[in-house]
């Protein structure tokens, strides 16, 4: 069983930046592919970024591609998503995920793939 808490969101000024920290409880922390996904107001959660256990591989989606970076510090079991350039589109409430991959690849971008989540923080851009 994994626990995820996330923290960082607030509101900020378009064009400003956010740090997000997802910190994970339990152990190996290091096999699991850890996601953050998003869901604004009458819309569907969507992929935003993922990072395989070694974090030697990133995807993220197109959307975000060059603001946002995704890392992780697997001696904290936490993993981050800095965010720059931020957007009015980018308000959301943005989730932690993760999955336990030791070998293989999954479909990075579905949400259907992982299988624990944290509760959430909010992000607000203004204009």
């Known amino acids: 069983q994994v626990q995820l808490v996330e923290s960082g969101g607030g509101l900020v000024q378009a064009g400003g930046s956010l740090r997000l920290s997802c910190a994970a409880s339990?152990?190996?922390?290091?096999?699991?592919?850890m996601g953050w996904f998003r869901q604004a107001p009458g819309k569907e959660r969507e992929f935003v970024s993922a990072i395989t256990g070694s974090g030697s591989n990133t995807y993220y989606a197109d959307s975000v591609k060059g603001r946002f970076t995704i890392s992780r510090d697997n001696a904290k079991s936490t993993v981050y998503l800095q965010m720059n350039s931020l957007k009015p589109d980018d308000t959301a409430v943005y989730y932690c995920?993760?999955?336990?991959?030791?070998?293989?690849?999954?479909?990075?971008?579905?949400?259907?793939?992982?299988?624990?989540w944290g509760q959430g923080t909010q992000v607000t851009v203004s204009s």
């Open positions: 339990g152990r190996t922390f290091s096999s699991y592919v």
């Open positions: 995920a993760a999955r336990l991959l030791i070998v293989g690849s999954i479909r990075y971008g579905s949400l259907y793939e992982y299988d624990y």
